[in-house]
Each structure stands twice: as C-alpha cells, then as structure tokens.
C-alpha cells in the first residue's frame, strides 16, 4: 500500500516505483512549475512531480510547449526542488535541447541534476530519442519517455490530437515504447491514446512503469497538468482532464474583492496597519510643525524598525 499522506514518508526511489508497478499500486503523477505548486504536491501525498515543458503554456503565456528554453526550465525546476522532500522529481528536456546529439542530451540531462537537484528527467517521441535516452542512462541519469501526443512535435503529428488511433499508429507505437523500455526507461508517459491500444500493449510492458495521460484506466499510474486539474488555466481544456477544483474563479473572485476593498476604502482596516506609540507621534508632528526641533530626537529616522 502506499503510505497516506500523512504518514511520514520515505523519498521516492526507482526501486520503489518498480514495486509499485510490480504490486498494481496506482502511481500518481502530477506536474508543478513552482514552490508553492511544489509544496501543494508534497502535502498531497503524490509520488512523482514532473516539472512539464506545459509550463510554457500554463506559466508562460505561449501557445505550445516549443518556446520554452533551459534557463527557464531551469529556474522552474530549482524552485520545485526547494518545495519537494519526498517525490522524485522529473523535468522535461525541452524542445530544441536533446534532438542534436547524444553528447548534447547527456549536457543537459546533467545540468537538470546538477543546478536544479532534479532526478530524472523525460524526453519526447520514439526514433531518434531511444538513442538519446539509452545515452542519458548509460551516463547515469534515469530517463522517462514519453510517446503518444508528444506536444513538442504536435504539429508533425496534425495538431493536439489523440494518436494510435489506427493498427499502423498504434504497431509504431508499441514499436518505440518496446525500444524506450529496452534501453532502460524506467517510466514512459502514454498521452491520447486510445484506452483499448494502452490495455492490448500493457502485458508486453514488464519493466518500465506507464504512466497515462488519456490513455485510459489500464496504466501503471497517472498524470494531470497541475493547473487542468486544479482549474486555473483558463485555455482549452483536453478530453482527458478532470477538473478537482475550480481556483482560477476563485482567484478572479478574490483578487475582485480586493480591487473593490481598495477602491471603497475599507482595505486596510485597523488591524492591517502598524501603531505607533502616542508620544513618539506627538514627536513626529513636532517635528514637521518646526524642522529645527528634529535635532532634539538624537535618532535615526530612516532606522526605524516595521
Ligand atoms: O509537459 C507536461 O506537462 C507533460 C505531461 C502532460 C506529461 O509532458
């Protein structure tokens, strides 16, 4: 069983997840971008977060994952380690810094684990990727991959649409996913793809963990963007998303509130100011009413403690 998340909790290893599939525990991913994000994932009991490229879409303002660079992810990923203790923390390879060369993707990978304190990290696609990924390894970086919808490369693909969909679709993807498993990813994203494809493939998939994104009910574990689930990004939102919460709302509502407040003048109220002693006021006026009196307070004005 997994621990509650409550209980305390040991950090989540490869061993660990390796039980879990072997066991049939459900593992439960979820992405986060930030410290705040992180430390909602932490207290939530989750057991992988993945710090997705998504950010370019749900923090970033863009409208695919392409444009997001590695200094970016880079930062995102540092603030997400200082939230985490005990999931293992994941981050994507983002688009345009592992496809050149192996020698390239092992740089990367490394400076993920290096100034950011990530664990492992994902890359997209089947192909060319296998390579990638089988080098990480071997330079000793565990790799998820991720096949299916791989949004880097949505456009290739046709746009954001579910993929397998065909006995040819979906033979090229057993074909990858068999390449990413016996090259040693540990875990492997399904997204969108068809529930009948994940069930039919998932006998052949013995030692890496799947882990889906509208891929059905048949998986090892699953995976929600953090602002789908939670209903903070206000953009489309796919088939396979369930809304748990809906905080972009209660956010609107809550930062109108305040914008009224402000505006009525009933915020601040008294007990969200600071006092200052009757006497050290008197002073104060004192000493705007007549300058040269200022001398006597032998004080440091701009010293003053909030
Ligand atoms: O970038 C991301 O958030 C992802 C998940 C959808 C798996 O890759």
Redesign the pocket.
Known sequence: MSAHPREKRKPMTLPRLAEMKLNAEPIV?V?AYDHPSAEVAEFAGVDIV?V????AMTVLGHDS?VPVGMEEMLMLAAAVRRGLKTPLLVV?LPSGSYERSNEQAIENAHRFVKEAGCDAV?L?RGGASVDRARAIIRAGIPVMG?LGLT?QTATALGGFRAQAKTGSGAVELAEDALALQAVGCFAI?F?AIPAGVTETLMPKMSTSAV?G?GAGPGTDGQ???FHDLLGIFGGHAPKFVKRYSSLRKEMVRGVGEYAREVRERAFPAAEHSYAIEPEELEAFRRYLDQESLAASFGGDWSATEI
């Open positions: 991913m992405t993945l997705g490229d998504s950010a994952t994507d994902k997209e991720h949004p994203v997204e882990i994104i995976v929600l963007v």
